[in-house]
T-cell receptor, first 112, second 110 residues
Framework: GAGVSQSPSNKVTEKGKDVELRCDPI?????LYWYRQSLGQGLEFLIY????????KSGLPSDRFSAERTGGSVSTLTIQRTQQEDSAVYLC??????????FGPGTRLTVL | TQLLEQSPQFLSIQEGENLTVYCNSS?????LQWYRQEPGEGPVLLVT?????EVKKLKRLTFQFGDARKDSSLHITAAQPGDTGLYLC??????????FGKGTSLLVTP
């Protein structure tokens, strides 16, 4: 079946602009995660959605970052007023509760 | 945040050689996972180890979880060019969020 998909695959933006990154999880997976992978760094947890529960936003680095998950499926990660340090690969993963996470290919964000 | 230290950071070897990658932490984890990531793709799960002292084998790859569940190792026997990639370890405690190491970048040349 189809895996996790993310769009766009690449995004180049200017400092100060807002960006939206999209994640389509595997059908039927109720858990959805966002991670950030910066050059030379490991994957950094950003946010976790599970069903209709309140999301765990503890990993969001600043209030410029927000995420939504509509209808328990598609998720959008929004970064407002982008900064150069936001440049990274943003990875989305989905899973059934308690089972292993399947990762999408990521969105490479470059802030000029 | 529970830190996972991976070593070495980079490894370049020739086809047929053996290698070991280490993943260490001062924290105890409920489980530890190993992933491989290729350029332009997301990480792909190789194995999950749960029990202290556990050893799992996946063809030429051998994974071990330390007795105290704080560290793990990945040993590859007779490496092949297809093993090239970024190897990541990730510890889990909360039931969902994973704590990742920075990874070991492996290059196997023919």
């Amino acid at each position: 079946g189809a895996g996790v998909s993310q769009s766009p695959s690449n995004k180049v933006t200017e400092k100060g602009k807002d960006v939206e990154l999209r994640c389509d999880p595997i059908s039927g997976h109720t858990a959805l995660y966002w991670y950030r992978q910066s050059l030379g760094q490991g994957l950094e947890f950003l946010i976790y959605f599970q069903g209709n529960s309140a999301p765990d936003k503890s990993g969001l680095p600043s209030d410029r970052f927000s995420a939504e998950r509509t209808g328990g499926s598609v998720s959008t990660l929004t970064i407002q007023r982008t900064q150069q340090e936001d440049s990274a690969v943003y990875l989305c993963a989905s899973s059934e509760p308690g089972l292993h996470q399947y990762f999408g290919p990521g969105t490479r964000l470059t802030v000029l | 945040t529970q830190l996972l230290e991976q070593s070495p950071q980079f490894l370049s070897i020739q086809e047929g050689e053996n290698l070991t990658v280490y993943c260490n932490s001062s924290s105890v984890f409920s489980s530890l996972q190993w992933y491989r990531q290729e350029p332009g793709e997301g990480p792909v799960l190789l194995v999950t180890v749960v029990t202290g002292g556990e050893v799992k084998k996946l063809k030429r790859l051998t994974f071990q979880f330390g007795d105290a569940r704080k560290d793990s190792s990945l040993h590859i026997t007779a490496a092949q060019p297809g093993d090239t990639g970024l190897y990541l370890c990730a510890g889990e405690n909360s039931g969902y969020a994973l704590n990742f190491g920075k990874g070991t970048s492996l290059l196997v040349t023919p």
